[in-house]
């Protein structure tokens, strides 16, 4: 599967932001997407999962700011990142990632289940 984020921008803190993730190539039916999140000279964090299923996990740094949502279709498939109350500190490139087969949520909070990887999209928030 192929994923290709979008979405990203220089906003204000307290703003919102929706990101995309649009995945070609196979319906994301059998998989878990995710978005990670690497900020300059940092280690790529982990944001947020959405299992097949529909359990969702978030990281504590976003919880009750961030929502993963999916729209399965025919046509295309659509994985979206609703950011609300920005601060400075969510500023990094996001990623969003695609992944197969079984894992512990746990393990899904890291980059190890994940084979397929978007290009990134850019997000700042100033302060």
């Known amino acids: 599967v192929q994923l290709q984020a979008s979405g990203g921008g220089l906003v204000q803190a307290g703003d919102s932001l929706r990101l995309s993730c649009t995945a070609s190539?196979?319906?994301?039916?059998?998989?878990?997407m995710a978005w990670f999140r690497q900020a300059p000279g940092k280690e790529r964090e982990f944001v947020a999962f959405?299992?097949?299923?529909?359990?969702?996990?978030?990281a504590d740094s976003v919880k009750g700011r961030f929502t993963i949502s999916m729209n399965k279709d025919r046509v295309k498939n659509m994985v979206y990142l609703q950011m609300n109350s920005l601060k400075p500190e969510d500023t990094a490139i996001y990623y969003c990632?695609?992944?197969?087969?079984?894992?512990?949520?746990?393990?899904?909070?890291?980059?190890?289940?994940?084979?397929?990887w978007g290009q990134g999209t850019l997000v700042t928030v100033s302060s």
């Open positions: 959405h299992r097949w299923g529909d359990e969702k996990v978030y």
């Open positions: 190539g196979r319906t994301l039916n059998s998989y878990t």
């Open positions: 990632a695609a992944g197969l087969g079984g894992h512990s949520s746990r393990s899904l909070a890291t980059t190890r289940p994940y084979g397929n």
